[in-house]
């Protein structure tokens, strides 16, 4: 099993950044890629972006693309999104997942994090 902890939401302006954090812990060999998504109030979860656990490629949704960057810390287990230009429609709860090999579900949900962003 891999465990998920997301950290670094918060309050903020319209432009601000922020930098959300995703450490893993447990099986974390076993991670093929991780990824973040996000669920704002009275509306589905969506994905934002996903990075490969071993070679570091990544992807992004159109509606975040140019603003914001995941990256990983592999010594840590840690991938980070930092988030850039803000905008109020940003404003949701953020969470991390593993997909632990290519064409499975993404799986083992961290708790996560709030981001508001006001404009």
């Known amino acids: 099993q891999v465990q998920l902890v997301e950290s670094g939401g918060g309050l903020v302006q319209a432009g601000d950044s922020l930098r959300l954090s995703c450490a893993a812990s447990?099986?974390?060999?076993?991670?093929?890629?991780m990824a973040w998504f996000r669920q704002a109030p009275g509306k589905d979860r969506e994905y934002v972006s996903h990075?490969?656990?071993?070679?570091?490629?990544?992807g992004y949704a159109d509606s975040v693309k140019g603003r914001f960057t995941i990256s990983k810390d592999n010594a840590k287990n840690t991938v980070y999104l930092q988030m850039n230009s803000l905008k109020p429609e940003d404003t949701a709860v953020y969470y991390c997942?593993?997909?632990?090999?290519?064409?499975?579900?993404?799986?083992?949900w961290g708790q996560g994090t709030q981001v508001t962003v006001s404009s």
């Open positions: 997942a593993v997909q632990l090999q290519i064409g499975v579900p993404y799986t083992n």
């Open positions: 447990g099986r974390t060999f076993s991670i093929y890629r």
């Open positions: 990075i490969r656990w071993s070679g570091g490629s990544t």
